[in-house]
């Protein structure tokens, strides 16, 4: 299918970077960003405008191909006017009974052919789609954050995901200067699998006085070449994100290893969710 429109269910830090991505690729998608409030919808254009300024800063893309994708975004709060769109992102809270109903009423809303795409980082690709009459045309694109720099998508196959949705999603992925890796679905994929353990694995480091999150970061960074420590990353996720997705894992793979480490609870029971709340490991 030509895609021409896009939709995009959530305008939270990875739903403003997708719709950035598909405003500002050179086949310059219209983009239609749906959230529940117009406080949402203002705050995630006020992220998108700042990241495109800062693109235009480093001369990545001109004045004029920012206005011109800032324009290609048209913000609503009707989720119906998702209904004229060609593909459909759903970049929602990471609960799966949000996205269950997201995607129920998407099925409802969009014309059958449409793919209808989740960027969830650890659900069940099978279990949304089985919740649709169309779950050969429900597929995993994981975007990763921030998401205008970081080159990954990573493309999940559910259980009756049809091979010309996986080509469709690559392709978009390819069109929007991305690499999409396949991989199949399992709880947290392959990348927040490995990923996740890591993070949660430095938080017990910290709890057991083994180091300081100052430290365990020096170790990553200087020892591993990792851009970010594992405890200046899980701020930079949400540490609340970090736990639902060790929450699934525990729950898909049963095996004790996901344990959430139990200070990552109390801290998101306390309300320290990282930089987004100005705790976590750090103060922002
Ligand atoms: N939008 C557009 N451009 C941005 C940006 C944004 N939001 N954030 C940073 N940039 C650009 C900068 O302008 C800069 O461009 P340049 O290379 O042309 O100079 C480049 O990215 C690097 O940024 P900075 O110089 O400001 O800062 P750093 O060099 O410290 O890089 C970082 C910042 C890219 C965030 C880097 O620290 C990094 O790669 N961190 C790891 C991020 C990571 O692991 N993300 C994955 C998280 S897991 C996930 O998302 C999955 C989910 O399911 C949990």
Wanted: net charge positive; charged share 25%; aromatic share 6%.
């Amino acid at each position: 299918m030509d895609i021409k429109r896009v939709g995009i269910v959530g305008a939270g830090t990875m739903g403003n970077g997708i719709a950035h991505v598909f405003a500002r690729a050179r086949s310059g998608y219209s983009v239609v960003l749906c959230d529940v409030e117009q406080r949402f919808l203002d705050r995630g254009l006020a992220t998108i405008t700042k990241n495109l300024e800062r693109e235009v800063a480093k001369g990545k893309i001109t004045a004029e191909e920012k206005a011109s994708a800032l324009k290609r975004i048209e913000p609503v709060t009707e989720r119906a006017r998702l209904a004229n769109c060609d593909f459909i992102v759903e970049a929602a809270t990471e609960k799966f009974e949000i996205k269950a109903e997201i995607f129920r009423d998407l099925d409802r809303l969009a014309r059958p052919e449409v793919v209808l795409a989740s960027n969830t980082s650890s659900i069940s690709i099978t279990k949304l789609g089985a919740l649709t009459r169309r779950p050969e045309k429900v597929i995993g694109m994981h975007f990763f954050n921030p998401v205008p720099v970081m080159k990954l998508v990573e493309v999940i196959r559910g259980l009756a995901t049809a091979p010309e949705t996986f080509s469709e999603t690559r392709n978009l992925a390819l069109k929007l200067e991305k690499t999409p890796v396949e991989v199949n679905d399992a709880p947290g994929f392959v990348s927040n699998r490995v990923l996740m353990p890591l993070l949660n694995e430095a938080m017990y480091a910290v709890m057991e006085g083994v180091a300081t999150p100052e430290a365990v970061d020096e170790v990553f960074k200087l020892g591993m070449a990792h851009p970010m420590g594992p405890l200046t990353l899980a701020d930079f996720i949400g540490l609340d994100v970090c736990l639902d997705i060790m929450r699934v894992m525990q729950d898909g793979l049963g095996d004790p290893k996901y344990r959430p480490c139990p200070l990552l609870i109390k801290m998101v029971d306390a309300g320290w969710l990282g930089r987004k709340s100005g705790r976590g490991f750090y103060k922002y």
